[in-house]
């Protein structure tokens, strides 16, 4: 059976390989990769247990029945298929994460087995187990591979951690740290393999990317979910919509009240009018429409009653009334002879 993007048979090829071998190395061999009817790949230890021998042993065997294969005629007769797959990997980007790799070649197991078992045995292919920052990987150019681990690295430390990126912005920012790399590689389809790579970046159900940790790209609850609403909608937006956006965006139900009560107590959120919400990160100031008068008399001095409800309109979603109304208030504000508004001063 072929696949998709590879026109030879992996199984066939597996099964002639596997012919070299001594009736326990063979057997070893596809119980570790998962190439029989059990499609599982066992460890050292299961192994080990099954044959009453130590996984030091297994790996041993392991190890002399792959460079027993390589040595082998039937190896040799197969240098087509191993150049197919060299090519198909240098066309991903040559450098990949397995699990894409895998998935790309064929979406049944028994045959990524088979694929992943021939990565394993084909000299030019090297495989870099997942550590803290990156994911298992192949790769068939050592310098490339280094260049395109470096780079994540860079991209990773110069993201904020609440930081949300278009695909478009992040994919230019990674391409900052990849002057080095062949123009043949920097294609949005190979870059976005290799963002795949780390696993502190990621994208969220929107298609932003940012920290992987990050409650915008992780998202726990209502609040994250609100969150990535509103910031799609671009503007302020009425509660009720947001729980509905939720529902229709992250198939999530999302409650009115629930959603309500969520915005009401997270920081990242300021409401700037009858039920209207929008994101701090947009620049409105926090607090009532009597703290949003305080806090621009506070900066710009005392201004008139115009100058007031011009700069509050752009602060908040309310009606110049609303505004007129609580300047006069002489607990909070005085006017002076000029016409000016100032706080009022609080005395003992």
Known sequence: MATNTISFKPKQIVKKLLSSLPDRASDIITLRFGLGKDIRRLTLDAIGKKYGITRERVRQIENYAIDTIRKSDEYRGEKAAFAELETLLHSLGGIVVEDDFLGHVSKD???QNCVH????VGEPFKKVKEDDDLKHRWHVNEELAKQVEAALKKLYTSLGVDELLPESEMINRFLQHLEDVSEKYKNQ?????????????DKNTLGDWGVSKSPNIK?????DYAFLVVRKHGSPIHFREVAKQITKL???KAHVATTHNELIKDKRFVLVGRGLYALA?????????REVIKTLIDKNGPMTKDEI???VMKERYVKENTIVVNLQNP?????????????AVVTA
């Open 109 to 111: 197991r028994s045959l």
């Open 281 to 289: 990160e947009w620049g409105y100031m926090p607090g009532v429409v």
């Open 189 to 201: 389809e190979i870059i976005r393999r290799w963002l795949a790579l780390s696993k502190n970046i």
């Open 309 to 311: 409800v011009d700069k």
């Open 250 to 252: 992250f198939n999530k």
């Open 331 to 343: 607990k909070y504000f005085r006017r002076d002879k000029d016409g000016k508004y100032s706080v």
């Open 219 to 223: 998202n726990k609850g209502v609040r």
């Open 117 to 120: 078992f021939l990565l394993a």
